[in-house]
């Protein structure tokens, strides 16, 4: 049975605190959707670098969408 460690946060910061829960959320429903860990999937070989990596690339293009998603909303806010 593999050896789970649970962590303790040590900050007292809130921000850190609030990234790191959301994180912990987001681990939860990844695991749910895709039936294994992160961790899993390097140990089972179903995914490799280059897969991380486009996971990585896709990821930071959306996150570029939403940045420009989120000025449009700022401009048009101005607007009115």
Same mark, same amino acid.
């Given at each position: 049975?593999?050896?789970?460690? %649970?962590?303790? =946060?040590?900050?007292?910061? #809130?921000?850190?605190? +609030? @990234?790191?829960?959301? !994180?912990?959320?987001?681990?939860?429903?990844?695991?749910?959707? *895709?039936?294994?860990?992160?961790?899993?999937?390097?140990? +089972?070989?179903?995914? &490799?670098?280059? !897969?991380?990596?486009? &996971? @990585?690339?896709?990821? =930071? !293009?959306?996150?570029?969408? *939403? =940045?420009? $998603? $989120? #000025?449009?909303? =700022?401009?048009?806010? %101005?607007?009115?």
């Amino acid at each position: 049975m593999e050896h789970l460690l %649970k962590m303790q =946060i040590k900050t007292e910061d #809130k921000i850190v605190q +609030t @990234v790191l829960r959301k !994180m912990d959320d987001r681990s939860i429903v990844g695991q749910k959707k *895709y039936g294994q860990t992160m961790q899993n999937e390097i140990e +089972t070989g179903k995914k &490799d670098l280059i !897969m991380f990596l486009t &996971d @990585v690339q896709e990821e =930071i !293009m959306d996150a570029l969408l *939403y =940045i420009e $998603a $989120a #000025k449009k909303c =700022i401009e048009d806010e %101005k607007k009115d």
